[in-house]
Nanobody
Framework: QVRLVESGGGLVQAGASLRLSCLTS????????MGWFRQAPGKGREFVAG????????FYADSVKGRFTIFRDNAKITVYLHMNSLKPDDTATYYC?????????????????WGQGTQVTVSS
């Protein structure tokens, strides 16, 4: 059974950093692309960052490029989203997701499995 468990959200001030974690199932981790998405109240779910099944490539939304970093820890079967220089506009529920192909996309509908989400709130 596929299982994704996010953690690491919280309430921080603008300019602070947070690191989100997504613990995955082993078979998923090594074979499929991973993505981080976020959804603010009243808005649609938007792509934040993506990681292919293998290789060093990473993909980011323009709004987070240069501030956020997605990476994996193979030993811990965990994907992370490290967020620096947080802004109030980054406030949202953050989700990790699995796409059963090798490369990530920016479309939520391309992802089959989702975690429960973790809340990030950035105060000004």
């Amino acid at each position: 059974q596929v299982r994704l468990v996010e953690s690491g959200g919280g309430l921080v001030q603008a300019g602070a950093s947070l690191r989100l974690s997504c613990l995955t199932s082993g078979p998923i981790f090594s074979n499929y692309a991973m993505g981080w998405f976020r959804q603010a109240p009243g808005k649609g779910r938007e792509f934040v960052a993506g990681l292919p099944a293998s290789g060093p490539s990473t993909f980011y939304a323009d709004s987070v490029k240069g501030r956020f970093t997605i990476f994996r820890d193979n030993a811990k079967i965990t994907v992370y989203l490290h967020m620096n220089s947080l802004k109030p506009d980054d406030t949202a529920t953050y989700y990790c997701a699995v796409r059963p192909f090798a490369t990530p996309t920016t479309r939520p509908g391309d992802y089959n499995y989702w975690g429960q989400g973790t809340q990030v709130t950035v105060s000004s």
